[in-house]
């Protein structure tokens, strides 16, 4: 597994476009799948956090760095990207430059970090949970280094039908016709139950606990440019469509659902 995601950091510069940064400068629209989908996650979490006093967070298994970006450039936080990639956290640095802004890069395992305990107000990763058997283990890490009454939010896609098996027919169809190498595989995943998830941050610790299964947008890949902007603007027009209609419009049900958040907080210390 982590010679895979190494592979993947390592080709991503050359690869360009997507590979290599998916932030949103302010002001513009996301213009890819991936970008729709990552500003997305941001607004939910920049939601959550609004008015909060939130001046210092952590990001596990950082990987390019999109949605540490966005807390940086929109929230004011102060980021600490941690990777066992080298290659990541390069990219990382990279993107961060681009846009004018600083963090601290720390290359570790999510399972030990080293990071200080009580010393954070919001721990997020986006998309690694499911990638690790036990992740209840990064779940206590997280816990360990939050601050008493800080936020643990987590963005998981484990495996499962979903919207998404549309991309595994559409990948069969151009299958014979696709460049080599276009079509790659996926990497191990667990299948997870949302409520399994929820548990498992029960039982590290966390208090308030919630999910809330999300992100009922295919993403088709690989697609020629053009049709990847216009999949990305139909969606935009029908996620403005089910804002008018819902509080949330990435939320769906779980059969619909590609992923899921993990919410937890802390228990403030009583005094």
């Given at each position: 597994m982590a010679r895979l995601f190494q592979e993947k950091w390592c080709g991503a510069v050359s690869r360009g476009g997507d590979e290599r940064d998916?932030?949103?400068?302010?002001?513009?629209?996301?213009?890819?799948?991936?970008?729709?989908?990552?500003?997305?996650?941001?607004?939910?979490?920049?939601?959550?956090i609004e008015g909060g006093g939130f001046a210092r967070a952590a990001e596990f298994g950082c990987g390019r760095g999109t949605i540490s970006q966005y807390l940086t450039v929109h929230n004011g936080i102060r980021m600490t990207l941690v990777d066992t990639s080298e290659d990541a956290l390069a990219l990382a640095r990279?993107?961060?430059?681009?846009?004018?802004?600083?963090?601290?890069?720390?290359?570790?395992?999510?399972?030990?970090?080293?990071?200080?305990?009580?010393?954070?107000?919001?721990?997020?990763?986006?998309?690694?949970?499911?990638?690790?058997?036990?992740?209840?283990?990064?779940?206590?890490?997280?816990?360990?280094?939050?601050?008493?009454?800080?936020?643990?939010?987590?963005?998981?896609?484990?495996?499962?039908?979903?919207?998404?098996?549309?991309?595994?027919?559409?990948?069969?169809?151009?299958?014979?016709?696709?460049?080599?190498?276009?079509i790659r595989k996926d990497y191990y995943r667990n299948n997870d139950r949302p409520e399994q998830y929820l548990a498992a941050a029960r039982e590290a610790g966390f208090d308030n606990c919630s999910v809330m299964n999300v992100n009922p947008y295919p993403i088709f890949t690989p697609v020629p440019p053009a049709a990847e902007r216009t999949l990305t603007a139909l969606y935009r027009g029908i996620h403005r469509l089910r804002g008018l209609l819902m509080k949330e419009p990435m939320a769906t049900n779980y059969p619909m659902s590609q992923a899921h958040f993990l919410i937890g907080y802390k228990p403030a210390v009583r005094l």
């Open positions: 998916l932030f949103v400068p302010p002001g513009a629209p996301p213009r890819t799948q991936r970008q729709f989908n990552l500003f997305h996650y941001h607004r939910f979490i920049s939601g959550l990279a993107n961060f430059a681009n846009v004018g802004a600083q963090a601290e890069f720390v290359c570790a395992d999510a399972v030990s970090s080293g990071l200080p305990s009580d010393s954070y107000d919001l721990v997020l990763s986006i998309g690694l949970l499911e990638h690790i058997p036990d992740y209840r283990t990064v779940l206590r890490e997280k816990f360990r280094i939050l601050k008493p009454g800080g936020l643990m939010f987590s963005m998981n896609v484990p495996g499962k039908r979903s919207v998404q098996n549309l991309n595994d027919i559409y990948k069969k169809i151009i299958a014979p016709f696709a460049p080599a190498g276009s």
